[in-house]
């Protein structure tokens, strides 16, 4: 957006607003389930990304990942923290210094190909993760063997100890059961990834059945699954991009659920409508202030932090995220270290920002603040923003950006913008997997390039003890840079049909935007 700060304020506001008001009545909305078992849901953006576990590194079309492949363990669902629990691994026991770990197997388990689950498949799936060496790489690199004894027992050891390793193993990121016979029949010069861009080749509920980028995704029910049969035999994922279309096509009842990407105007309205279902689900993510330390006045950390001090985030979550989330308090996102640690203790006070811009030139008084084109949340966080640092001085442009620009900045920044707001969360709930790809200098969400010698050398040190006083410091580290500044934590706020059950049961508080789609059911009384 090229128009000032306060006009795109003004016309954001009234935009949504209207949104809200347009998007049809629900209580128009069939009383009964769909006969024909299709649960109709959406996005709003495309995921970006190919639907390829060892690939897909974002937020939005996690729900495929997570519903068509399984592995070994997982997060529980309907908790409000974290927990593992076994998903294709049933009883596991870890050596006293986490070196060694030993695996027992489900059985009875089938691949979406037809083959059978053994023991047999997590090396070859391990290996693809390595091969492809992309993000969620890093889980199974310490990986020095895996030995197998029978069908249904396997040992996994380490190169050196991990007492991180089993959370690497339930995280939503973490390594996938994949086909042997599918990853050696499709495996070409690129070790499968084209063929896995539109098929699947995992263990779960669903198998992936439409892949078009920007237009269409879809899943069907897989007759072989081991566990209960779905109640939905096709979940329906069309790309659509305009949010109050969508929140129009839910009014009248050919949408299910909308799961993520409400703004708050709608928000505040689907609270009030008494026709519909709402949820606000605890989550491990927040919503950052990224702060480029390569861009302008910013390339000193003096002027980050008077940046930092500008911003008025309580304002921002009364207004954002009023009631689906609150104000943070600590450098990482929710769940992840005990209150008291890591804390972001920053004062609201323009004082110096002004002082600042008054003494910049007009060249380095101009800075964009960048958001995620897909989050509404985001769009109007950076405008709020956008005012608040005007009123500075500085003069101040607001732009979207599509998901997968935003992820492109990690390997080359130079066309990123000053500022940028962006949700994230953790890989897993140990803390060092969000210092790891955030607060590393190579980190997968360190988008802006930001971080010092003594963090990195932390992290290493973290990785290996897991000790949550390293951690905390490192938060500590973090916050001193003025690099990030982490103004919410956010619940996912889903509404839904009156008719769709399980939502809470179906949720994983460490997975964000998803849902354990085999969980949900529907209330067919009419």
């Keep these: 957006m090229n128009t000032t700060p306060l006009r795109v304020l003004v016309a954001v506001t009234v935009l949504l607003g209207a949104a809200a008001c347009g998007r049809g009545s629900s209580a128009g909305s069939p009383a009964a389930a769909p006969a024909d078992r299709v649960l109709r849901l959406g996005f709003l953006s495309d995921p970006g990304q190919p639907p390829d576990p060892d690939i897909f590194y974002a937020g939005p079309g996690l729900i495929l990942t997570q519903n068509t492949y399984e592995g070994l363990l997982r997060y529980k669902a309907g908790t409000p923290t974290p927990a593992i629990e076994g998903a294709l691994a049933t009883k596991w026991t870890a050596s006293k210094d986490n070196k060694i770990f030993t695996f027992e197997l489900r059985e009875g388990v089938k691949f979406h190909d037809g083959t059978a689950f053994t023991a047999g498949a997590i090396k070859p799936s391990f290996d693809r993760r390595l ?262 001085g500085l003069t101040v442009k607001v732009q979207g950006y599509p998901t997968s620009q935003i992820f492109g900045w990690v390997g080359d920044a130079k066309d990123a913008p000053e500022l940028l707001i962006a949700g994230g969360w953790p890989d897993a709930a140990p803390p060092y997997t969000w210092a790891h790809i955030s607060f590393d200098a190579n980190g997968g969400l360190n988008y802006l390039h930001c971080s010092t010698d003594e963090i990195t050398k932390l992290i290493k040190d973290g990785e290996k003890t897991g000790d949550a006083a390293t951690f905390a410091r490192i938060g500590e580290l973090s916050v001193a840079t003025g690099c990030w500044y982490n103004l919410a934590n956010r619940d996912d706020f889903m509404v839904t049909q009156p008719w769709l059950r399980g939502i809470e049961e179906a949720h994983v508080v460490t997975t964000p935007t998803s849902l354990n789609l085999a969980a949900l059911s529907a209330d067919t009384r009419g």
Excluded: C
């Design 131 to 392: 091969a492809v060496n992309q993000g969620p790489a890093y889980m199974v690199a310490g990986v020095d063997s895996v030995k197998t004894e029978g069908d249904h027992k396997a040992v996994i050891t380490l190169k050196q100890s991990n007492p991180l390793f089993l959370d690497y193993l339930a995280s939503p990121y973490g390594p996938k059961m994949m086909s042997p016979a599918v990853l050696k029949e499709q495996a070409g010069s690129d070790h499968a990834q084209a063929y896995l861009s539109t098929h699947d080749a995992g263990t779960g509920a669903y198998t992936l059945t439409d892949a078009r980028t920007s237009t269409h995704y879809a899943l069907k029910a897989f007759d072989g699954y081991w566990g209960a049969k779905p109640y939905f035999t096709t979940v329906d994922f069309p790309v659509q991009t305009d949010l109050s279309a969508q929140q129009l096509m839910f009014g009248k009842g050919e949408m299910a659920a909308i799961l993520n990407s409400l703004n708050s105007s709608a928000t505040g309205a689907y609270l009030k409508d008494t026709s519909i279902k709402t949820y606000s689900l605890p989550t491990m993510q927040s919503i950052f202030l990224y702060i480029n330390p390569e861009k302008g006045m910013l390339t000193t950390q003096s002027n980050r932090v008077a940046l930092r001090q500008a911003i008025d985030a309580d304002t921002i979550v009364k207004q954002v995220y009023s009631g689906r989330g609150t104000k943070a308090t600590q450098g990482y996102p929710p769940h992840m270290l005990p209150e008291g640690q890591a804390v972001q203790n920053i004062p609201h006070d323009t004082t110096a920002l002004a002082k600042v811009a008054q003494s910049l030139p007009a060249d380095q008084k101009a800075i964009t603040i960048g958001y995620d084109s897909s989050q509404a949340d985001d769009q109007v966080t950076a405008n709020l923003i956008s005012a608040q640092l005007s009123a500075t």
